[in-house]
């Protein structure tokens, strides 16, 4: 089945990377013109998460909008547990809508949730994923979704990915500690991985999987299972008063920022809602191309207030 689809989606590949040179003429004209944007700082139904957080989005110079993020507060009536979730959409908005509505649920929901929220992460992506699949299937979607969710569990940190979607810690001395690495098709071992299953990473443009994905692993891509998994990886980190923020993005802002800059930008802002507006605003006068949401949560003081805040 893979090898038809890579058939049928030579011409489109060959179409973006086309399309690509185009892109760079036109985008210097996009630069100045921010877009209407939405600033949303809290889900109105949960506003007593365990670490305060600002989130701004906004769909750029995309003709739609894929990304979505979530905030869930009091985690099986435990206020001390949230979590969070930023996810980045690709061929549709079908996943990334799902993981809003089913992730968290599918996380707290597994019996190793309490003693081992490791397993429990893995096991609630994987579930996500299942799901979906068997939605896509019936709807004959071929879309997929990043994924990266924090899970808060008093001072205990557990971060999940699977895709490009990042997140990073900023110290109070600005020093950034990377929390996630890229699931790009030519990071060695996920081109082992993908390779070993018969699969191909071809380079249009970038890196792809089978010549089409530029992730090695999202929730969903139907089409591209085994190659494309949901599986996340998962980071333990237990929170110090040295730990001041937990920046959490889409690529939108990742493709322009590094991780570095990103850090700078955040530190100049007390307010967390803020420093998420302006970290979103800075990826699109950088020029990015994609779609972009930027969570930043406030590790500095615990069981802060979510405050809703106008753009």
Not at 64 to 74: G, K, L, N, P, S
Not at 107 to 131: C, M, N, W, Y
Not at 234 to 259: C, M, P, Q, Y
Request: hydrophobic fraction near 40%; glycine fraction near 6%.
């Amino acid at each position: 089945m893979a090898r038809v689809v890579r058939d049928s989606y030579v011409s489109q590949a060959l179409l973006c990377v086309l399309m690509l040179g185009f892109l760079k003429v036109v985008v210097a004209s996009w630069r100045t013109s921010l877009v209407p944007y939405e600033l949303q700082m809290c889900p109105p139904t949960n506003p007593n998460v365990h670490y305060r957080y600002g989130v701004s989005q906004m769909q750029g110079r995309r003709p739609y909008m894929e990304d979505r993020h979530t905030a869930v507060a009091e985690l099986n009536g435990d206020s001390s547990h949230s979590f969070y979730g930023v996810f980045d959409g690709h061929g549709g908005e079908g996943a990334a809508n799902y993981c809003v509505q089913a992730m968290c649920h599918n996380v707290i929901r597994e019996p190793s949730f309490a003693k081992d929220p490791v397993a429990a992460l893995k096991k609630g992506f994987l579930r996500t994923d299942q799901e979906y699949l068997q939605i896509a299937n019936r709807k004959n979607s071929e879309d997929g979704s990043t994924a990266v969710a924090v899970l808060a569990q008093g001072d205990n940190l557990y971060i999940a990915h699977a895709g490009d979607s990042r997140a990073i810690l900023v110290h109070s001395t600005g020093k950034v500690t990377a929390l996630t690495s890229d699931h790009k098709p030519n990071r060695p071992d996920e081109k082992k991985r993908v390779q070993d299953l018969g699969g191909s990473v071809v380079f249009w443009g970038v890196w792809r999987v089978e010549g089409i994905l530029a992730v090695s692993r999202a929730i969903g891509d139907r089409m591209l299972k085994p190659f494309v998994i949901a599986e996340p990886e998962v980071k333990e980190h237990k929170r110090t008063s040295n730990d001041w923020f937990l920046i959490v993005a889409s690529d939108g802002v990742w493709d322009t920022i590094t991780n570095d800059d990103a850090a700078s930008i955040v530190m100049k802002y007390n307010d967390v809602q803020d420093a998420a507006k302006h970290l979103m605003e800075e990826a699109y006068a950088r020029g990015s191309l994609d779609n972009i949401c930027a969570m930043v949560i406030d590790l500095r003081v615990e069981k802060n207030q979510c405050i809703k805040k106008d753009a």
